[in-house]
């Protein structure tokens, strides 16, 4: 039994100096309920007058208005920020008697009237001030903007009994107890993120619940819970739940993907019934997702500065009409009764063109027949084979959307993708099946062999049921064919969608650009490739080697996929003909005979020398090498051959051609501070982000909102996160990338020119030049690898003798302050390529801070 709160604890109040708090914002006002009742309310308000709109910001339990101090510092110009304590909470008045959810709503209404906010109103919500603000949002939809919610819930799906966490604070003898009796729930939430928060701000958020009668409204709204169907407030929830079906208006959805109060379930849903939402997920983010995630103010103040603007994201133009001409099966369907090789499985299954357009057709019946609608998402975990490519074109064919993440990314990197795309079906051999199940994949079971545990159909099932089931009629040209995830190389793997129509303008440019035609062959030893073969009308097969480790390619096992195939065409990473080169003396007469069959050698990924260009003439010497460059996002862009790089000559970079037909490249120029804020140009030797427009770009990043909202907000231009420069003759140059530039005090400094300056030393294997102490006033760093270097174990960057380090600064053409050695550099996951210089920068800094005291090698 909790005893009455004392005058002193009831009292409102006003919160002590906290950091990120501005005092100036808290003010109390006294505000009568319907009953008459007075109290006096806590509220931060930024105090705009004659504002454009307000936003309307309401915090659940056990937190108060301190959650949304960054967004009151985000302010979009005009708005206003109203951030209220709800009563019994923070440091508004302490009750007498718990307030029951229609109440709440009806007192948010109460003191929006007093404060005399009329719309536009636009409500930010979080935890249980989700609901409590949609409550609000529907009683005053005259008013209403558009609403934003944070890691909320307004109902619990079929079959839920609600967030574990909350119902086990609920149990019988615990609530009194750890959200009354003692701080432990205030305490816990806060606890939740990820690296933890700082002290000071757990101590903010503790601060109005110091006594046991001020935390008496932390359990109240814990009981005030509708977990069963009789509770008292159930009815208010579902009005709610179902109300917001009814709402017209733009919505916002941000949300913490490692909450353990509120999964994906609860995501899935509020999707369901805000099917407009725009959605961007933090990635590492708890719970608290405004302290997680700082970054969500500047990204609400955009959102909402796009609605004064009129539009939600900025506009694209449209991709050319010719585009839907051709579907991504129409070389599939127009080959249907050659009997030559469409793919091979090196060592295994060949299936002619025929039998792969019979099987698409009764694979896409089936798969309708089986539950995969237009739309549907469908991940894809199987590996490499004659299966993989049919279950792809089929799930095309029947209007799915395929989703594909490299396996590379390892299981963790794994799941949050798949997760992050809410699939709704799962094609996978037993081991692709068994780690759906870990992963904790939902939807539909397919086993692409033999029947595996849970699932509900084989691919040879629904290829028997689609023989008398009708093929489903084609989707619209602009509805999703694809979630593709980039290699996580630069942070978190990050979905990529596109169109049918964007997809067949990337394999119509392909096949125009390198001039394909039925008559070649394709090897590809980067497996998201290879199932582009029938796309571009071209048999395909994919090398006997580990997809997860493309350095492990060997010169004979790429010569026998071009001998089972016939190939004219080779696509692999920089990794790959590393080793391809290194291994060609095992290669046979009949070996090389397979690979001088070869007019084409294509290598993306990662930047390409023309020295491993060179080194391959003993290998493909009939090929012409090219190397494409692009991105998960937009691929290709620009293309350059091995006598284009030599004639370009030495540069400021990697030289990768000129932009192909149909596409633009700009730059947006560096600012002293080394943002790229400058206006798009296509002036020669301004160094830039570089900027692509064409019709094969990406749709948009899926469930990262703010992501896409930054890097098109140029409209119809992509923003790469690659900078580069165009020289005189429009080839583009790329130096580096956006988040690798070095901000020193004298302007900002690319490293890929200095690498590759002091990769021509004798004596060095490799290098990267990192930025070292903070932005604006740091310094470069060169590490080296020594090309006799043979250390084993995790790289340790020692200082570099006076003789190496000299060498370096005398080639540099920046001021080195420091040069390391190391056995190695980090790189990435996928192309074994590209080397992580962010972790070489956190290594060199840990180790010219005095870490641990590096030794000179």
């Given at each position: 039994m909790t005893a009455d709160p004392t005058t002193a604890d009831r009292a409102a109040g006003s919160p002590p100096a906290l950091p990120g708090l501005d005092p100036a914002w808290s003010r109390t006002l006294v505000v009568a309920d319907a009953a008459g009742t007075?109290?006096?309310?806590?509220?931060?308000?930024?105090?705009?007058?004659?504002?454009?709109?307000?936003?309307?910001?309401?915090?659940?339990?056990?937190?108060?208005?301190?959650?949304?101090?960054?967004?009151?510092?985000?302010?979009?110009?005009?708005?206003?920020?109203?951030?209220?304590?709800?009563?019994?909470?923070?440091?508004?008045?302490?009750?007498?008697?718990?307030?029951?959810?229609?109440?709440?709503?009806?007192?948010?209404?109460?003191?929006?009237?007093?404060?005399?906010?009329?719309?536009?109103?636009?409500?930010?919500?979080?935890?249980?001030?989700?609901?409590?603000?949609?409550?609000?949002?529907?009683?005053?939809?005259?008013d209403l903007r558009g609403v934003v919610l944070c890691n909320t819930a307004v109902a619990m799906p079929e079959g839920d009994w609600g967030p574990v966490l909350i119902r086990a604070a609920d149990a019988p003898g615990v609530r009194a107890a750890v959200t009354?009796?003692?701080?432990?729930?205030?305490?816990?939430?806060?606890?939740?993120?990820?690296?933890?928060?700082?002290?000071?701000?757990?101590?903010?958020?503790?601060?109005?619940?110091?006594?046991?009668?001020?935390?008496?409204?932390?359990?109240?709204?814990?009981?005030?819970?509708?977990?069963?169907?009789?509770?008292?407030?159930?009815?208010?929830?579902?009005?709610?739940?179902?109300?917001?079906?009814?709402?017209?208006?733009?919505?916002?959805?941000?949300?913490?993907?490692?909450?353990?109060?509120?999964?994906?379930?609860?995501?899935?849903?509020?999707?369901?019934?805000?099917?407009?939402?725009?959605?961007?997920?933090?990635?590492?983010?708890?719970?608290?997702?405004?302290?997680?995630?700082?970054?969500?103010?500047?990204?609400?103040?955009?959102?909402?500065t796009d609605l004064d603007a009129g539009s939600a994201v900025p506009g694209r133009p449209a991709g050319p009409a010719d585009g839907a001409a051709r579907r991504l099966w129409s070389a599939l369907e127009e080959r249907a009764g050659d009997d030559t090789a469409a793919v091979v499985e090196v060592g295994g299954t060949t299936v002619t063109w025929a039998a792969l357009a019979a099987r698409v057709r009764h694979l896409a019946a089936g798969l309708a027949a089986a539950g995969v609608?237009?739309?549907?998402?469908?991940?894809?975990?199987?590996?490499?084979?004659?299966?993989?490519?049919?279950?792809?074109?089929?799930?095309?064919?029947?209007?799915?959307?395929?989703?594909?993440?490299d396996k590379g990314l390892g299981f963790a990197g794994m799941r949050r993708a798949l997760r992050s795309a809410a699939v709704d079906a799962v094609i996978g051999s037993g081991r692709g099946l068994a780690a759906a199940r870990l992963m904790g994949l939902r939807g539909i079971r397919i086993a692409a062999g033999p029947r595996a545990r849970g699932a509900a159909h084989t691919l040879g099932d629904l290829e028997a049921l689609g023989r008398s089931a009708p093929v489903p009629a084609e989707v619209p040209a602009d509805d999703d064919c694809a979630v593709l995830f980039t290699s996580g190389a630069t942070g978190p793997a990050k979905g990529v969608v596109y169109t049918h129509r964007q997809a067949a303008a990337q394999t119509a440019l392909v096949r125009s650009a390198y001039g394909l035609t039925a008559g070649d062959r394709l090897v590809a030893a980067f497996a998201p490739f290879a199932i582009l073969g029938p796309a571009l009308g071209i048999g395909s097969a994919v090398p006997d080697v580990d997809v997860t480790a493309p350095g492990s390619l060997t010169a004979a096992a790429l010569a026998d996929a071009a001998a089972a195939v016939e190939a004219t065409v080779v696509f692999a990473s920089p990794a790959a003909l590393r080793r391809v080169a290194a291994t060609a003396e095992d290669l046979s007469d009949a070996q090389r005979q397979a690979l001088g069959r070869v007019r084409l050698l294509m290598s993306a990924g990662a930047p390409v020398p023309a020295s491993l260009l060179r080194s391959l003439r003993e290998v493909v010497p009939a090929a012409d090498a090219h190397t494409p460059y692009g991105m998960t996002e937009v691929l290709p862009v620009a293309d350059v051959s091995l006598a284009g790089i030599e004639a370009a000559g030495d540069g400021e970079g990697v030289c990768v051609g000129a932009p192909l037909p149909g596409v633009s490249v700009r730059v947006s120029p560096l600012s002293p501070d080394g943002r790229a804020d400058g206006p798009l140009t296509d002036s020669p030797g301004t160094t830039g982000e570089v900027c692509v427009r064409a019709a094969h770009v990406k749709d948009r990043y899926d469930a990262l909102w703010a992501l896409e909202r930054a890097t098109s907000r140029?409209?119809?231009?992509?923003?790469?996160?690659?900078?580069?420069?165009?020289?005189?003759?429009?080839?583009?140059?790329?130096?580096?990338?956006?988040?690798?530039?070095?901000?020193?005090?004298?302007?900002?400094?690319?490293?890929?020119?200095?690498?590759?300056?002091?990769?021509?030393?004798e004596g060095v294997s490799a290098a990267a030049a990192v930025g070292v102490g903070p932005a604006g006033t740091q310094v470069v760093a060169v590490v080296v690898v020594p090309s006799e270097s043979r250390r084993r174990g995790r790289p340790r960057p020692r200082l570099a003798g006076p003789e190496l380090a000299d060498a370096v600064r005398s080639v540099a053409g920046a001021d080195v302050a420091a040069v390391l050695t190391v056995p190695a550099l980090p790189v990435d996951i996928r192309h074994q390529s590209k080397v992580d210089r962010g972790e070489v920068a956190r290594r060199a800094s840990r180790a010219l801070a005095g870490a641990r005291a590096p030794r000179r090698s």
């Open positions: 007075k109290h006096t309310w806590h509220v931060l308000d930024n105090g705009v007058t004659d504002p454009v709109g307000t936003l309307l910001c309401v915090h659940g339990n056990p937190t108060w208005s301190y959650l949304w101090r960054r967004l009151l510092a985000a302010a979009p110009p005009g708005w206003r920020v109203v951030a209220p304590d709800q009563l019994g909470m923070g440091w508004s008045d302490r009750l007498a008697a718990p307030r029951p959810l229609r109440q709440r709503v009806a007192d948010l209404g109460d003191l929006t009237a007093a404060l005399g906010i009329t719309g536009p109103v636009v409500t930010v919500g979080h935890d249980w001030g989700g609901v409590i603000s949609l409550g609000w949002a529907l009683e005053h939809r005259a009354v009796g003692t701080p432990v729930f205030v305490r816990a939430t806060t606890a939740l993120s990820r690296p933890a928060l700082p002290a000071e701000v757990r101590r903010a958020f503790a601060a109005p619940y110091r006594s046991r009668a001020r935390r008496r409204s932390v359990g109240d709204f814990v009981a005030d819970i509708p977990f069963s169907p009789g509770h008292p407030s159930r009815a208010a929830q579902e009005a709610i739940a179902e109300g917001i079906r009814d709402l017209d208006v733009p919505a916002l959805l941000l949300w913490g993907p490692r909450d353990p109060v509120f999964g994906e379930r609860y995501l899935t849903d509020l999707r369901g019934r805000l099917p407009q939402a725009r959605l961007h997920r933090y990635e590492g983010a708890s719970h608290l997702l405004p302290e997680d995630a700082p970054q969500y103010a500047q990204a609400v103040a955009q959102w909402v609608r237009p739309g549907s998402r469908v991940a894809l975990l199987v590996e490499p084979s004659a299966d993989l490519t049919a279950a792809v074109y089929a799930v095309w064919r029947a209007g799915g959307v395929v989703v594909v993440a140029d409209a119809g231009w992509h923003r790469t996160g690659d900078v580069g420069h165009l020289d005189a003759e429009g080839r583009l140059w790329i130096e580096g990338r956006l988040q690798h530039v070095v901000t020193t005090a004298a302007g900002p400094v690319t490293p890929v020119g200095i690498e590759q300056r002091v990769e021509r030393l």
